[in-house]
């Protein structure tokens, strides 16, 4: 990953590969932000003109090229659109600033180093910049090895070295915003990682031993459930939705714990490497991105190690629910009935509505230890991503302050979420004739009839919320901001963010 550091350098004497400055949309034409003084004398206080003549507007998302003015070490000037300015006093929006970090980032991939000269009002700005450029320069190359040379990659390696100018290295608001920065974003690349794997590489059990070194890494305690094991304590869901797949199913269980903690939360995610759609088959066109079907198991898990990384004040225990949906001789069949972990029955309609049966038993293991809150995260239904978009995650949740408290954080940090109801009429639809419910009810309202499947998996007296991040954890069309093409890392910081206000005592 790119290495960041924060210099109070300026601009001029910088030996980079590029400067990177902010440029945004004033009521007259473009306006050069705070931050770029330097480069704006060289060209004698014209940039913002230059710029207007080069075609620039400052609209989000708007990057220009211009070569730099005599006397810079560096040869090139990265303008970045930032949007609208602020009215007077108001700072640069948060999100603006990373995704213009993000877009400099991505196309300064294969560079060395650049220098980013946006404007940092205080410690905020340097942690949004540093996710901005850490998660913009993600680049997953790892099977682009043109045959075994190592030499000739066909990707591009992210930039290797970035300055924050503006970023005091001997301030301690700053430095500690780097840091929180680094930290989740280096997580939050390691699930992007995960979920871009093949699945012929990324089987539960392969997604286990990964957990079981960052464990090992980090300090946290885990304990692996693999097949035997699971049916030794009947997690008939797990073992029922990976019994068609030659990669048995695991559950795994990643604890954090915190010596000041008062609060646990527990965060359990939907780990499919694989969604064929088992018997009830997927068609053709709906299985080629199915890899991405472990991305909730691949943010809790990122979480959870951030959570450790960052020394929270709560304890989090992070479930990995991991099972391969493939069918065969031995897959579940439509009409079978499971036994769950709770000692429910279900009634198996369609296997490939596969992820809340592996959900339910680890809610179920994740209620038995009675934690403050439970928080699940799934690619869970199309149903949600027909209702939000492909950018937006869906949060459903068994009490609406704790509901609104998701949103509002995930809102903070730059995810877009939108709260979604679990009306009770849907839940007569999972009626079944031989079974406690079936896995599937009514179409209409599909990514709510599956939360009210969920809520019924969740311990007696326990806040729980859901989130279907089925539209924003694989991105199939082309980057934006600092998001890539493939996985996402959708939810990373929403968790983050959460565990980070429970541990200030903001929450609960
Ligand atoms: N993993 C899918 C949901 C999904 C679809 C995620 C597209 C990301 C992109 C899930 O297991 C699934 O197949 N859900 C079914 C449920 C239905 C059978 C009740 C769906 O949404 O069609
Ligand atoms: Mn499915
Ligand atoms: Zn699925």
């Known amino acids: 990953m790119t290495a960041l550091t924060l210099s109070t350098s300026a601009a001029p004497g910088l030996r980079a590969d590029a400067i990177v400055i902010g440029v945004a949309k004033g009521a007259k034409g473009p306006v050069v932000t705070p931050g770029a003084e330097a480069v704006d004398k060289a060209y004698d206080g014209k940039l913002a003109d230059v710029l207007e003549t080069l075609g620039a507007s400052g609209a989000e998302g708007e990057l220009t090229k211009l070569p730099s003015p005599a006397g810079f070490k560096s040869p090139l000037v990265i303008a970045v659109g930032l949007g ?20 400099a980032a991505r196309t300064l991939n294969g560079a060395k180093k650049a220098a980013f000269a946006l404007p940092v ?31 000739a990659k066909n990707g591009k390696a992210p930039l290797a070295e970035a300055t924050l100018l503006g970023g005091k290295p001997r301030d301690a608001a700053h430095k500690a915003a780097l840091a929180r920065a680094t930290a989740v974003s280096e997580e939050l690349n390691r699930a992007r990682d995960l979920i871009n794997t093949p699945p012929n590489d990324l089987t539960p059990a392969a997604f286990a031993a990964i957990a079981q070194r960052a464990a090992k890494e980090h300090g946290l305690k885990i304990q692996i459930l693999d097949d035997k094991a699971l049916a030794k304590d009947g997690y008939g869901g797990i073992l029922g939705v990976g019994g068609g797949s030659a990669a048995t199913p695991r559950l795994v269980k990643l604890s954090y714990t915190s010596p000041e903690a ?4 527990a965060f359990v995610g939907k780990g499919i490497t694989y969604d064929s759609g088992g018997i009830s088959l997927k068609p053709a066109g709906h299985n080629e991105t199915m890899k991405c079907d472990m991305s909730g198991a691949a943010a809790v898990f990122a979480a959870v190690v951030s959570a450790a990384r960052l020394g929270l004040r709560v304890n989090v225990t992070g479930w990995l629910a991991l099972a391969e949906n493939m069918p065969s001789g031995s897959a579940v069949r439509p009409g079978d009935v499971l036994r769950m972990y709770s000692g429910k029955t279900v009634e198996v309609l369609n296997t490939d509505a596969e992820g809340r049966l592996v959900l339910a038993d680890a809610l179920w293991a994740a209620s038995a230890e009675n934690p403050d809150a439970i928080v699940d995260v799934a690619t869970l239904t199309g149903a949600m991503m027909l209702a939000l978009g492909s950018r937006t995650f869906g949060v459903m949740a068994n009490d609406d302050a704790f509901r609104t408290a998701i949103h509002e954080a995930a809102e903070e940090v730059g995810e877009p979420a939108w709260p979604m109801p679990l009306p009770e009429h849907l839940r007569k639809g999972m ?9 599937m009810g009514e179409r209409m309202g599909g990514g709510l009839v599956a939360g009210l499947f969920l809520r019924e998996f969740v311990g007696e007296g326990i806040t729980w919320a859901h989130l279907d991040i089925a539209g924003p954890a694989f991105n199939e069309g082309g980057p934006f901001g600092y998001t890539p093409k493939g996985g996402t890392g959708s939810a990373v910081r929403t968790l983050v963010r959460l565990a980070e206000l429970t541990a200030e005592g903001d929450l609960g």
């Open 84 to 103: 609208a300015e602020p009215d007077g006093g108001a700072g640069y929006d948060a999100e603006a600033l990373r995704r213009a970090a993000g877009v």
């Open 431 to 439: 009626d079944s004739p031989t079974a406690d419910i079936a896995n």
């Open 262 to 265: 008062d609060k646990h939360l």
């Open 121 to 151: 009002e205080d410690a905020a700005a340097v942690g949004v910049i540093a996710e901005g450029v850490l998660l913009g320069a993600y680049s997953f190359d790892v099977y682009k090895d043109n045959g075994g040379s190592a030499k």
